[in-house]
């Protein structure tokens, strides 16, 4: 019976670990703690910058002190470090008076905080300093002000008028998105800044920079001398429906118009530079114009042409079902599509590339036809796209990006084609509908968790030609009982097939590394270790419930920690001769495992190696006994009592004494010689009725031969038996 998911006890190996990450944690902490807070000393300098929280306190009013004592010097505290609060459940901040920068995501993600008080004299928040604190609505930034970095109050509850300090010589993207502001003010005498009608602009008004999302006017009309709209620049201003666009500008930003209420765009002859998804989700844009006479941008079925590029870059999609990209397009732009909310077809004719998001979340999108010179899928290209059908890939496809077909839902079967060389990390990551995937040898370039948390996924085809299995790639596919291992696989990586109900598999000549619980948790009966084969990591082998027979290569250096733990079938099991070290519990909680013997090239047992494995006899080739410690005991039950007066340990003859006095070692109260390195039985036990003999590589014999053989007894167990002439 597979036990893969079911309940086991608490290993105490387990809470080992933790302690030793706590420990490691607590080693690199900082450099001074004051109860409530960590801090970096800087005694270089003399200052003092705020690192992180302790959890142990859990204070929700921080207050930052204009100081801290260390060494009995006093530090200035000038900075909240990067992420150092970020994610915390404070309820309330107030700045120390020589705090001068709050560092990137200081504060992020603090849902809680609701009441801040910055320090005049600070002159620096950071990127995402204080973003999604959603609390947070009543916000004054000192005069002192000079850098407000991009995204730094973004998702907080910041509303109405919203004065910038005279002395402001930075302002990021869009650092107050998501905020309902109505209106921005700065002084008059600010230099660097200026505003019109609620609208921020750069002090030389040639860049607009910020428009007031919660502004209620529907119409705007862009000042003479604009050249620039800035990215983001007007993005969430929901109220606007249309806008007009002086001859003066030049450039329109990245996403400067996402998520707003715009309904028609026309774009002057004056615009050569457009950038990514200015229109993004944009649900109320019906048509997108552009001047004839533009040299550089086109408009064509409600598509913004890029006539330089030969590209997509955005286009007007409410209420369009089936589009076309027409020829002579050979690129998708990063958002051009994304969320299109009815979009059901796309065709394309000579598209070479699609970008970041093209197609992200579009509700409706069940068929995409790819043109048969792509080479490029990009990045979340088709991410969320829960009705979308299988699609065919050309024979011109190179590379399919991160993510691309992730939550994927409708899709069932995956046609890789050949001649693909790169698959991003996660590229069908969720795919719940998915059952049947072709991978082509021609992949060199293949990223983490591919297929992962297929759930429906039963049929894997790997090609010729792949040099590995990835990190993850089959990770939780929790109905893969069909896969096939190529010749050329080198290496298995980190939990590739975790958690997979394979029943059987082969692992190639030429195979030369199976990674940490790399096949962990199958229905695998029996594994054959190649030759080839020199390391198996952490939990290589670990959870397989039905696993019975596992025996090693002779090119097998390494057994990592847990490798073989809690396999309760496993009754034969054959280490090499050339093995070097066995890990921390690397074969514990083998239910019915009575006999082990450890190669005489073993020099490295860790702790605990046989913890809760029901051993009768261990055989230890090794001339020398192998460093144990005191109360790790090497054999033991499940609740830890050690075993030590029920197994026999087998060593060479002449070390027997050696034994005796090692630490560990010598608390075996039977320790007997192994001649050649194998038990001794009496004849007749070896003839009885009821037993399977072998030959040291396996072979069934009908009688026992001349030197060692392997016996298999009616009730599972296996012992290995010499003999003699």
């Known amino acids: 019976m597979n036990q893969f998911f079911t309940p086991r006890r608490r290993m105490s190996a387990v809470i080992t670990f933790m302690f030793a990450l706590a420990a490691s944690i607590s080693l690199n902490a900082a450099d001074y703690n004051d109860g409530t807070l960590f801090y970096n000393i800087d005694e270089q300098n003399r200052t003092a910058g705020v690192r992180g929280y302790n959890y142990e306190n859990s204070a929700t009013e921080i207050v930052i002190p204009d100081a801290v004592s260390y060494n009995n010097v006093d530090y200035p505290v000038t900075e909240i470090m990067a992420q150092a609060l970020g994610g915390t459940q404070i309820v309330s901040v107030k700045m120390g008076k020589n705090v001068r920068a709050i560092g990137q995501g200081a504060f992020a993600q603090c849902t809680s905080l609701n009441d801040l008080i910055l320090n005049t004299g600070l002159e620096t928040i950071g990127d995402q300093a204080f973003q999604n604190c959603i609390l947070i609505s009543q916000l004054n930034l000192p005069e002192s002000v000079k850098s407000i970095g991009n995204y730094a109050f973004m998702s907080t509850s910041v509303s109405g008028t919203f004065t910038l300090p005279a002395g402001l010589e930075h302002f990021g993207t869009a650092p107050f998105r998501g905020c309902k502001i109505s209106e921005y003010q700065i002084a008059a005498s600010s230099t660097g800044f200026k505003t019109v009608e609620g609208v921020l602009f750069d002090g030389s008004m040639k860049t607009l920079l910020a428009y007031p999302s919660a502004a209620s006017s529907d119409s705007y009309s862009i000042p003479r001398g604009v050249t620039a709209l800035a990215r983001e620049s007007m993005r969430n201003a929901l109220s606007i429906r249309t806008l007009e666009f002086p001859s003066s500008l030049t450039k329109i930003g990245d996403l400067a118009f996402a998520q707003s209420g715009l309904t028609t765009i026309r774009i002057p002859a004056s615009v ?73 077809k796309v065709t394309m004719k000579d598209v070479r590339s699609i970008g970041y998001a093209s197609f992200y979340l579009c509700p409706q999108l069940q068929e995409v036809n790819f043109s048969e010179s792509l080479e490029e899928i990009g990045k979340q290209s088709f991410d969320n796209c829960k009705k979308l059908l299988s699609p065919k890939f050309p024979a011109s496809l190179r590379k399919i990006g991160e993510q691309a077909f992730g939550f994927c839902n409708s899709i069932k079967e995956i046609r890789l084609n050949d001649g693909l060389t790169a698959i991003g990390p996660n590229a069908f990551y969720m795919c719940e509908g998915l059952e049947s995937v072709t991978v082509p040898g021609s992949l060199t370039d293949m990223g983490f968790s591919i297929f ?177 410690f005191e109360g790790e005991d090497i054999v033991a039950d499940e609740d830890g009592s050690p075993r030590y007066d029920r197994v026999t340990l087998y060593v060479p003859a002449k070390s027997i004494s050696a034994y005796k006095h090692a630490a560990v070692w010598r608390n075996f109260k039977n320790v007997m010689a192994a001649e050649n390195g194998v038990e001794v039985l009496p004849e007749d036990d070896v003839n009885s009725a009821d037993i399977e003999i072998y030959s040291i590589d396996g072979r069934r014999l009908d009688r026992p031969a001349h030197g060692i053989n392997i016996i298999r007894r009616a009730d599972g167990t296996t012992r290995k038996i010499v003999v003699a002439d």
């Open 452 to 628: 992962s948390n297929c759930s429906n996924l039963k049929k894997a085809v790997l090609g010729e030609g792949l040099p590995e299995i990835p990190f993850t790639m089959f990770n939780f596919c929790m109905k893969l009982s069909d896969v096939n291992i190529p010749s050329t696989i080198k290496s298995i990586g980190q939990s590739a097939l975790y958690g997979c109900p394979i029943t059987s598999i082969e692992l190639p000549e030429g195979l030369e590394y199976i990674g940490m619980s790399a096949i962990y948790g199958t229905q695998i009966e029996e594994i054959r270790i190649p030759d080839t084969v020199e390391e198996l990591g952490p939990y290589a082998l670990a959870w397989n419930g039905n696993l019975k027979t596992i025996i090693f290569g002779k090119g097998v250096r390494t057994i990592g920690d847990f490798c073989m733990t809690t396999m309760p079938s496993l009754t034969r099991l054959e280490l090499n001769e050339g093995l070097e070290s066995i890990g921390f519990m690397g074969i514990s909680y083998c239910d019915v495992l009575e006999s082990v013997t450890i190669p005489s090239t073993v020099n490295s047992i860790g702790s605990y190696a046989f913890f809760g494995s029901p051993l009768t006899s261990l055989t230890n080739l090794a001339e020398t006994p192998q460093e144990l």
């Open 272 to 344: 050569n530079t457009i950038g990514f998804g200015i229109t993004m989700l944009c649900e109320s844009l019906t048509s997108i114009e552009v001047d004839a006479s533009s040299a550089s941008f086109a408009s064509k079925n409600g598509m913004l042409i890029d006539l330089k590029q030969n590209s997509v870059i955005t286009a007007a999609t409410r209420g369009i079902t089936a589009l076309e990209i027409p020829s002579g397009i050979e690129k998708v732009s990063d958002y051009a599509f994304y969320g299109a909310p009815e979009l059901v």
